[in-house]
């Protein structure tokens, strides 16, 4: 059984740090390529970041320069550094991932982020 769990959620002030993991067990990680998406209450989810199975990574406009995802395929997870956090990123934050060939794709429960001004 495939499971992606999120961790590192939490609440912090505007300017400070969080790091998300999500641990993906039941699939072969190295096949896959990871994303991190965000929903915010009564918004529609949306891209974050993602990193392919070659470690190349894009970012959604709103968060380039601040956030950061890695994979660490020795251990199945992916993390998303998130630096110099606006209020503007709170949201429930999921990780997803997509095999290579598009045909599988998984969701985690989702990791709660609060910022407050």
């Known amino acids: 059984q495939v499971q992606l769990v999120e961790s590192g959620g939490g609440s912090v002030q505007a300017g400070g740090s969080l790091r998300l993991s999500c641990a993906a067990s039941g699939l072969a990680f190295n096949v896959y390529l990871m994303d991190w998406f965000r929903q915010a209450p009564g918004k529609e989810r949306e891209f974050v970041a993602k990193?392919?199975?070659?470690?190349?990574?894009d970012y959604s406009d709103s968060v380039k320069g601040r956030f950061t995802i890695s994979r660490d395929s020795a251990k199945s997870t992916v993390y998303l550094q998130m630096n110099t956090l606006k209020p503007e990123d709170t949201a429930v934050y999921y990780c997803?991932?997509?095999?290579?060939?598009?045909?599988?794709?998984?969701w985690g429960q989702g990791t709660q982020v609060s910022v407050s001004s």
């Open positions: 997803n991932a997509v095999r290579w060939d598009g045909r599988r794709t998984y």
């Open positions: 990193i392919t199975r070659s470690g190349d990574t």
